[in-house]
């Protein structure tokens, strides 16, 4: 059984930054690729970055291309989400995701099996 436990959301004030975090439980489970979605109210969810797994390649949203960085602490089980100059428009739940299987489509939510909770970010203006 696989688990996501996000950390490190909260509020911030519009131009500072933010990092949140992501853990995988599951003594077998190893990820192949893992990423963050969002969702802001009353939009739909949207794709913020990915990272894979082995090689650390990345991807990224093009709301967040630039002021934002993925990375992952492969003996953790950790990949992490930091978010710069962040504008109220950034608002929303944070999902992390996983899966065991590569594939370099990155934005589909469908591809991805494992979900987080979600974790809420808050920028004021």
């Known amino acids: 059984q696989v688990e996501l436990i996000e950390s490190g959301g909260g509020l911030v004030q519009a131009g500072g930054s933010l990092r949140v975090s992501c853990a995988a439980s599951?003594?077998?489970?190893?990820?192949?690729?893992m990423g963050w979605f969002r969702q802001a109210p009353d939009k739909e969810r949207e794709f913020v970055a990915g990272?894979?797994?082995?090689?650390?390649?990345?991807f990224y949203g093009d709301d967040v291309r630039g002021r934002s960085t993925i990375s992952r602490d492969t003996a953790l089980k950790t990949v992490y989400l930091q978010l710069n100059s962040l504008k109220p428009e950034d608002t929303a739940k944070y999902f992390c995701?996983?899966?065991?299987?590569?594939?370099?489509?990155?934005?589909?939510?469908?591809?991805?099996?494992?979900w987080g909770q979600g974790i809420q970010v808050t920028v004021s203006t």
């Open positions: 995701v996983a899966r065991q299987s590569e594939t370099y489509v990155y934005s589909a939510e469908g591809l991805w099996p494992f």
């Open positions: 599951g003594r077998t489970f190893r990820p192949a690729d």
């Open positions: 990272i894979n797994w082995i090689g650390g390649d990345t």
